[in-house]
């Protein structure tokens, strides 16, 4: 079965650090573009990061570049995102979404069904 | 960072049409893309590079962009398609989705 399963979730504080965790089954995610996309309690859809097939181009949100770093591990089908210097604007739910190319500007068509975050003292 | 604004609510009887719009400086020069999300669930691709559908979409979906506004349009509205609607397009390296359009089929 084609899906992603997010991993790594819970609860930390502010300042501190979590690493986030896709798992890709049922197609080989090196041929295509991943992309993070985060949602608030109660907001609406925030994207946060995209990275390359190869890994080689990533893309972040201002509001969080210098914090979170995306990286892929192409041979275990398994994509990260680092989080780092956590703060209580960042708890929400954290999707890992696959693009229909190897574009990172490409259309998401396959979600998972979210890893929650939440930063709190 | 690039901004795009979404009426927050409509509401639509059953079996007509709406259209959601979706704000932003010259956005038609850009690809628009739409994603439901019904409550509890991880968002869905309905409209893609404007007007395009993904396979397993009904054909009452549809959409267009042209200058500063992308549209898109639910014909014979059902209440299954009751959810949040996000438009989002790239502008300059990075990603932005709309602010959701909550539709409501009374």
């Known amino acids: 079965e084609v899906q992603l399963m997010e991993s790594g979730g819970g609860l930390v504080q502010p300042g501190g650090s979590l690493r986030l965790s896709c798992a890709a089954s049922?197609?080989?995610?090196?041929?295509?573009?991943m992309t993070w996309v985060r949602q608030g309690p109660g907001r609406g859809l925030e994207w946060v990061s995209s990275?390359?097939?190869?890994?080689?181009?990533?893309y972040y949100a201002d509001s969080v570049k210098g914090r979170f770093t995306f990286s892929r591990d192409n041979s275990k089908n398994i994509l990260y995102l680092h989080m780092n210097g956590l703060r209580v604007e960042d708890t929400a739910l954290y999707y890992c979404?696959?693009?229909?190319?190897?574009?990172?500007?490409?259309?998401?068509?396959?979600w998972g069904q979210g890893a929650l975050v939440t930063v709190s003292s | 960072s690039y901004e795009l604004i979404q009426p927050p609510s409509v509401s639509v009887s059953p079996g007509q049409t709406t259209s959601i719009t979706c704000s932003g400086q010259n956005l038609g020069d850009k690809f628009a893309t739409w994603y439901q999300q019904k409550a509890g669930q991880s968002p869905v691709l309905v409209i893609y590079?404007?007007?395009k559908r993904p396979s397993g979409i009904p054909e009452r979906f549809s959409g267009s962009n042209s200058g500063n506004t992308a549209t898109l349009t639910i014909s014979g509205t059902q209440p299954i398609d009751e959810a949040d609607y996000y438009c989002?397009?790239?502008?300059?390296?990075?990603?932005?989705f709309g602010t959701g359009t909550k539709v409501t089929v009374l």
């Open positions: 979404a696959r693009s229909t190319g190897i574009g990172v500007s490409d259309p998401s068509d396959l």
């Open positions: 590079q404007d007007t």
């Open positions: 049922g197609f080989t995610s090196s041929t295509y573009a």
């Open positions: 990275i390359s097939g190869s890994g080689g181009d990533t």
């Open positions: 989002q397009a790239w502008d300059s390296g990075t990603a932005a």
